[in-house]
């Protein structure tokens, strides 16, 4: 039975991810004991498979152990306050820049455009989510597997970065590389939560 935390929980959308040490699971909340739903609580769970994606199931916290709603994860006592100090300092967290960056939109669609012009596709695959969707054409790709296998052929592969177009719109992301010369051009789309893209559309050049 493997044990980690809650990364982050979503109650709009009833979904979040749970992590186990290198590793992120999807999660439903109906699949969450309801103290669980709290980003940083400590927990038990099952995983299970369904279709190309494992998703956690049976959430529950870790045997004495209590979840606050007004927590962002569980801190450390280093830079807290001492006894004849006034006032609060703030709890330690780990590599701040790089949590605060990973969570921005247009960071994380500058990082994919980088990662495919540089051939970088293990970087590439960080950046979706487990559960994450590719529609490409009339076909719907969903889950690491499948798009890991997709990436070494997808058009936008090695494109050059000069004449990329990037806008960004709440949690879409917008990318177009005009043609340029013997380059053929592209765009794609990029729906992004939490960090990662959950959901992307791809549109080859030339394509209607």
């Not at 967290?93 to 990973?102: F, M, Q, T, Y």
């Not at 669609?109 to 960080?126: C, K, N, S, T």
């Not at 990329?164 to 992301?173: P, T």
Request: charged residues 30%.
């Amino acid at each position: 039975m493997p044990s980690g935390i809650v990364k982050w929980f979503d109650p709009k959308t009833d979904e979040g991810r749970v992590e186990d040490g290198t590793r992120q699971y999807p999660v439903r909340g109906e699949d969450m004991e309801p103290a669980s739903r709290v980003p940083g609580a400590r927990i038990h769970f099952d995983v299970r498979r369904e279709g190309g994606i494992v998703r956690a199931t049976e959430v529950r916290l870790r045997e004495g152990t209590r979840a606050s709603t007004r927590q962002g994860r569980f801190g450390d006592l280093v830079g807290a306050a001492h006894p004849d100090e006034k006032g609060r300092r703030p709890l330690t967290h780990g590599r701040p820049d790089r949590e605060l960056v990973l969570r921005l939109p247009m960071e994380v669609a500058r990082r994919w455009v980088l990662a495919m012009q540089e051939g970088d596709l293990e970087m590439a695959l960080i950046l979706y989510a487990p559960d994450a969707r590719v529609h490409v054409g009339s076909e719907t790709l969903e889950g690491h597997r499948d798009v890991q296998g997709y990436l070494p052929e997808c058009p936008l592969l090695g494109l050059g970065g000069d004449d990329v177009e990037l806008r960004g719109e709440d949690d879409v992301a917008r990318i177009a590389w005009h043609p340029l010369g013997d380059q053929p051009g592209g765009e794609t789309q990029l729906r992004i939560l939490h960090g990662q893209i959950v959901e992307q559309w791809i549109v080859p050049s030339g394509t209607e």
